[in-house]
T-cell receptor, first 111, second 112 residues
Framework: ELKVEQNPLFLSMQEGKNYTIYCNYSTTSDRLYWYRQDPGKSLESLFVLLSNGAVKQEGRLMASLDTKARLSTLHITAAVHDLSATFFCAGSGGSNYKLTFGKGTLLTVNP | NAGVTQTPKFQVLKTGQSMTLQCAQDMNHNSMYWYRQDPGMGLRLIYYSASEGTTDKGEVPNGYNVSRLNKREFSLRLESAAPSQTSVYFC???????????FGEGSRLTVL
């Protein structure tokens, strides 16, 4: 059964700084998702990573996937306050219909 | 576009009461899901429906039942609510297996 671990679980950043969130998964996953959840809101899909070496970027966020290391990263460049949210990664465990989510990383960007 | 719509958004129940959470999607998706979200636990899958007419248990199905009423609608029923079921419930849908999930706005349930 697929297990997904994110770290850190809590991240307090200063505006303008860079940081990376890590997502490790335990077994083969044919795709890896990143979602964002603003406080009190629903989840919004950010990126879908389908193959080894895949890199996706939008604004200050860049996600990458290393299937050999079973690792995905979400890199934040020059953080701004409106990036404060919880970020989840999720993997698919093969042929089933279920995504397994990590516990989420609560990101707080301070002025 | 409505996307995934859940009702109600908020509900307070007493222990032992029953209720049904309703979910509908208008994206012609085949698969639908119910998750619960608790602090520090991420999202945990309760039940899912891979396609119309099928339902399967997820990670935490005890105390819940589901009905895939048609392709659009997937409901979650609590027959005898317990305080441990206090949570935020999210319905989601996807085009197919392991596809990108689209979430509803969530239903906050408190069981006293």
């Amino acid at each position: 059964e697929l297990k997904v671990e994110q770290n850190p679980l809590f991240l307090s950043m200063q505006e303008g700084k860079n940081y990376t969130i890590y997502c490790n998964y335990s077994t083969t996953s044919d795709r890896l998702y990143w979602y964002r959840q603003d406080p009190g809101k629903s989840l919004e899909s950010l990126f879908v990573l389908l193959s080894n070496g895949a890199v996706k970027q939008e604004g200050r966020l860049m996600a990458s996937l290393d299937t050999k290391a079973r690792l995905s990263t979400l890199h934040i460049t020059a953080a701004v306050h409106d990036l404060s949210a919880t970020f989840f990664c999720a993997g698919s465990g093969g042929s089933n219909y279920k995504l397994t989510f990590g516990k989420g990383t609560l990101l707080t960007v301070n002025p | 576009n409505a996307g995934v719509t859940q009702t109600p958004k908020f509900q307070v129940l007493k222990t032992g009461q029953s209720m049904t959470l309703q979910c509908a999607q208008d994206m012609n998706h085949n698969s639908m899901y119910w998750y619960r979200q608790d602090p520090g636990m991420g999202l945990r899958l309760i039940y899912y429906s891979a396609s119309e007419g099928t339902t399967d248990k997820g990670e935490v199905p005890n105390g819940y039942n589901v009905s895939r009423l048609n392709k659009r609608e997937f409901s979650l029923r609590l027959e005898s609510a317990a305080p441990s079921q206090t949570s935020v419930y999210f319905c989601a849908s996807s085009l197919g297996p392991t596809g990108e999930l689209f979430f509803g706005e969530g239903s906050r349930l408190t069981v006293l």
